[in-house]
């Protein structure tokens, strides 16, 4: 029998693998597709890869800083193929960590099975349909990830104009003309990646901004910075013929955007079905699997960590959701109860467009919407000599720090510009320990640095 089974090789699966393999549990890891999951095989990773080959490549042509270079080109299909060696790399790399934690793996589908006090997992071989074999096992752990949505929009089904995020992964040549459906993270990403490499891009978005939980003063900045890319913002889209998307805006204005490749990219649902959720009874609903700050479901020995709960669908909240399970499932086999526990207050979001962007915590327009008195204080990057040395002149940079009116703890810090995503780890932790604005402003930073300008805001409220 089974310490634990694992459903699913993502971040949160292979994580928990690692560290369970870790203190000693025996440990079964089923993975239908690649072990990495979405964030190794069709999300993070590509897409960061590809990004940064698109930006080495607008660098080259910008000619800046004295440095010059000749008749610069970019070739895609090397591109791909560099990015097909970091993710078969890394994939690599985890296969080796499975083996270094003896977690056996399997490469399948996992089916959860509950009968009164038993619990086991139904393992069916790609290609071998039919009842399968089922692994006993004391703790299962549901870490099924998630799949893109695609809307009920008249004339998706068969269109093969339209592509989805892990398709466009893969394209064997730029579009002259994409449009972009949604403009969240991914669509964001994507539409930067493209416009760098020379599409005209078009993204069509129904809410009024880009990137929910940016700042609603760095979003426009961030849109007009986006090479090549257009928006229509408060527009809903009604159909697509080909590459014909069809839309109306808020004033019910009809409007038409023709392209020659369309990109859903309208957001993720957990994947329920294929494990077998409801079935074994699982408490489920729209977003994902119910779970407690432990990761417990309804079901006593069966936790669910990752995109699956649909808490928060991102690969580093799943590595963590992961570690608070894994404690718990521990604790429990122990006859005991974790004292580890998920929070969500201070997790990190980035984007790894140019420019790029990144944020943790409330933004000042969360914290009015929930009636938080706040004091904010910004600063523009030009106050920071790394910038200026880097950048060419007017180029996007800005922090913005929400705090506490009263306490003067700080609540949130959203950065749009250079580093974002590398710096965001420390704004998250001043925030996780609830460091007040005079703490701050004794932090010594690196300099010279863009960090600085954390500090810089701070200065100024
Ligand atoms: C284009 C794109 C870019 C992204 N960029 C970022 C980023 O920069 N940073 C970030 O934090 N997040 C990013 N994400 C989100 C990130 O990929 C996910 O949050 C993360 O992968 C979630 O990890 P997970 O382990 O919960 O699920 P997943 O990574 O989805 O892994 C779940 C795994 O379970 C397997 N599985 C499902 N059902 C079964 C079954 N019944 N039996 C066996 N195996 C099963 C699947 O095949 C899959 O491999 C991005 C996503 C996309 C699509």
């Known amino acids: 029998m089974y310490d634990v089974i694992i459903i699913g090789g993502g971040p949160a699966g292979y994580l928990a693998a690692e560290r369970l393999g870790h203190r000693g549990k025996k440990v079964l890891l089923i993975e239908k597709q690649h072990l990495g999951g979405t964030c190794l ?9 590809l990004l940064n080959s698109a930006k080495q490549y607008l660098h080259a042509q910008d000619g800046q800083f004295g440095v010059h270079a000749e008749k610069v080109s970019f070739n895609l299909s090397e591109m791909m193929a560099w990015k097909e060696k970091v993710v078969g790399n890394l994939r690599g790399g985890l296969a080796s960590q499975m083996k270094r934690f003896k977690v056996e793996t399997l490469s399948g589908t996992g089916i959860v099975e509950v009968q009164g006090s038993f619990r086991g997992v139904r393992f069916v071989k790609e290609g071998e349909p039919g009842s399968g074999v089922l692994y006993e096992t004391k703790a299962i752990l549901a870490a099924a990830g998630s799949v893109p949505v695609l809307p009920p929009i008249p004339g998706t089904e068969g269109n093969s104009k339209l592509i989805d995020s892990t398709g466009i992964l893969s394209v064997s040549g730029i579009p002259a003309k994409l449009c972009i459906i949604g403009g969240g993270v991914i669509g964001a990403e994507f539409a930067s990646l493209f416009g760098m490499l020379g599409s005209e891009v078009s993204v069509v978005e129904m809410m009024d901004e880009i990137i929910p939980p940016m700042d609603k003063d760095h979003a426009p900045l961030m849109r007009k910075a986006l090479r090549n890319t257009g928006f229509h913002l408060g527009c809903r889209v009604t159909r697509i013929e080909g590459g014909n ?12 955007l023709a392209a020659d490749m ?8 957990a994947e329920i079905a294929s494990w077998g959720a409801k079935e074994a009874g699982i408490d489920v609903t729209g977003k994902g699997v119910t779970v407690d700050n432990r990761m417990r479901t309804n079901i006593s020995g069966i936790w669910a960590a990752g995109d699956v709960n649909g808490r928060s669908m991102l690969a580093h909240s799943a ?10 499932i521990c604790a429990w086999l ?6 580890d526990f998920m929070r969500y207050n201070a997790v990190p979001w980035a ?5 790029e962007a990144a944020g943790a915590g409330i933004t000042e327009q969360e914290a009015l919407s929930r009636g938080i008195a706040i004091r904010t204080a910004s600063a523009p990057m030009y106050m920071s000599g790394r910038f200026l040395a880097e950048n060419i002149p007017g180029a996007p940079g800005t922090v913005k720090v929400i705090a506490d009116e009263r306490s003067g703890v700080l609540l949130g810090v959203h950065i749009l510009g250079p580093y974002a995503p590398e710096m965001i780890w420390g704004a998250a932790a001043l925030i996780e320990n609830e460091m007040r604005i005079d703490d701050v402003k004794e932090l010594v930073f690196p300099h010279p640095s863009v960090c ?8 100024n409220f």
Do not use: H, Q
């Not at 095989?41 to 890869?49: E, L, R």
């Not at 984007?351 to 420019?355: A, F, L």
């Open 41 to 49: 095989n069709a999300g993070c990773i590509p897409t960061k890869t």
């Open 245 to 256: 998307v069809f839309f109306t805006d808020k004033d019910g204005t009809a409007g038409t």
């Open 262 to 269: 369309v990109l859903m990219a309208v957001g993720r649902r």
């Open 319 to 328: 590595y963590r959701m992961a570690e608070v399970a894994v404690n718990d």
């Open 334 to 339: 122990e006859g005991a109860d974790s004292k």
């Open 351 to 355: 984007v790894y467009s140019n420019p």
């Open 452 to 459: 600085e300008i954390i500090r810089e805001a701070v200065w």
